[in-house]
């Protein structure tokens, strides 16, 4: 009922169950601090390690300045120990909702998208919220 509320407030509506799930894939995601690893150390290691890709830091993204390693779910933890062997600290490692296709969101759309999503992270019964708006950052000063 209260993530009803919260989308009925953002002025959406909250689909049925698996509505969207379609749209993203259940990936292993594990970021590093581009600055504690080369390009080359991280590429090999990932990939032999059975990584599906690793994606370099973006300047002007979300995750700039750390690499993106991705892997199948039954990957993951095989690919997370070969790093940690290799003694390359991880700043975060999960299994996530990664989505297919990203939408740019700007302007005055993008800070109530970001206010929806700030909601719905804050309610007690949300685990997890997986989104694919690509939010420019300098609507949200």
């Known amino acids: 009922t209260d993530v009803r509320t919260i989308f009925k407030k953002a002025g959406g509506s909250l689909g049925n169950s698996g509505s969207v799930a379609y749209m993203f894939s259940t990936k292993g ?3 590093i601090d581009a600055s504690k690893v080369s390009e080359e150390q991280i590429m090999d290691l990932a990939i032999e390690a059975g990584a599906e890709d690793v994606q370099p830091p973006e300047a002007d993204g979300d995750d700039a300045g750390f690499w993106t390693v991705l892997t199948e779910a039954t990957d993951f933890q095989q690919v997370k120990t070969a790093i940690e062997g290799a003694g390359i600290e991880i700043t975060e490692a999960q299994i996530a909702k990664i989505p297919a296709d990203t939408i740019a969101v700007a302007g ?4 109530k998208v970001f206010n929806l999503l700030e909601a719905l992270e804050d309610n007690d019964d949300v685990q997890a919220v997986a989104t694919n708006a690509d939010i420019d950052p300098s609507a949200l000063d």
Request: net charge neutral; charged share 55%.
């Open 29 to 31: 995601r594990i970021i």
């Open 108 to 111: 005055e759309d993008a800070r």
